[in-house]
């Protein structure tokens, strides 16, 4: 079992309140030709136009809010890829206290850059042979900063879900939400969501192919533990879940499915052509899923997160041309 308490759907109302002023309230969108393919009613809740980019901005604020006066003027250190990173960074700035983030010295450009011109100092490392969690538990101590980690958190997993919250107030009942899945952070606090609101509908993780360590844990029971996976979709090369991520999601997701990297590119390039919207790989996780199980979704109400939308604009040029999707 997990130390900390698990978070309630109680806590996604309440980090629902905490974010208001702060986060967008992102759009839920539509494509008839979506629909069409499957035969079924597509929801998309568009994170990718949220603040910095991703769903992170909900979780991050909430978390760094709830920090006391003596806690805020130490700071906050964290562990990311990327989009987490990019959360922090904005979340601190606004409430005006430092931020240190260990980052993997190959993380999109683009999001380093923006975690740096958010005002976070960066400490890179290599997520090949380094242990970026260990490194940023040394720096919390050294330091006296608080550790806020990218998705085991209640804060953080409570942040997160209020992306199903918005995503079924706009669109009304759901029987299908594919959320993307890394850590778990995002799953979990949908999932929390979902449940609460709509007690039947099914709830799935989609994580990429190359790293199915969620898949594996739901069915042995247990957190598998992975190597880094190679993937396009660098927002989900976390190697297991988290205690409380894992408990939330073994109580309350029905399946985990996956995507290889040549459906996420084929993904980004009907978002871009058709809704004319720019998706990162990893935010496209659960529509890739969702849209090779097509038939099997025909006459339901179909809601996907789509995560974030930050992408490196060479990269994504290639991707949407037709390159090799390459890790």
């Keep these: 079992m997990p130390a900390s308490p698990l978070p309630t759907f109680d806590d996604v109302r309440a980090a629902s309140t905490r974010l208001q002023g702060h986060a967008l309230r992102t759009p839920v969108m539509t494509s008839r030709t979506a629909d069409e393919a499957a035969g079924a009613r597509f929801f998309f809740k568009c994170e990718n136009l949220q603040r910095m980019g991703a769903f992170k901005f909900r979780g991050a604020f909430n978390a760094l809010a709830q920090l006391d006066a003596g806690q805020r003027r130490a700071g906050a250190v964290t562990f990311s890829s990327g989009n987490h990173a990019q959360a922090v960074a904005l979340a601190a700035r606004i409430l005006g206290m430092p931020a240190l983030i260990v980052m993997p010295h190959d993380a999109p450009a683009a999001k380093l850059a923006a975690t740096r011109d958010y005002g976070a100092q960066v400490r ?17 101590a050294e330091r006296g900063m608080a550790l806020i980690p990218p998705y085991d958190h209640p804060h953080i997993i409570a942040g997160q879900g209020t992306a199903a919250l918005e995503l079924l107030q706009d669109a009304g009942p759901l029987d299908a939400l594919f959320v993307p899945l890394g850590g778990g952070g995002l799953l979990s606090g949908c999932a929390l969501a979902a449940r609460a609101l709509v007690p039947e509908c099914k709830i799935f993780g989609v994580e990429p192919q190359a790293g199915n360590d969620g898949q594996q844990s739901l069915r042995e029971g247990r957190i598998v533990h992975i190597n880094p996976p190679r993937t396009i979709a660098d927002g989900a090369q976390t190697q297991h879940l988290g205690e409380i991520t894992f408990a939330i999601i073994r109580r309350e997701v029905q399946d985990i499915h996956t995507a290889s990297d040549a459906e996420l590119a084929a993904a980004m390039r009907f978002f871009a052509e058709r809704m004319k ?36 604009l060479p990269r994504y040029a290639q991707l949407l041309g037709g390159a090799e999707p390459a890790a």
């Design 277 to 312: 919207l720019v998706v990162e790989p990893t935010g496209c996780l659960g529509f890739a899923a969702a849209r090779r199980l097509g038939a099997s979704l025909a006459g339901q109400r179909v809601g996907v997160i789509l995560s974030g939308g930050n992408v490196d």
């Design 124 to 140: 890179l490392y290599d997520r090949h042979t380094e242990d970026r969690e260990q490194i940023a538990q040394s720096l919390a």
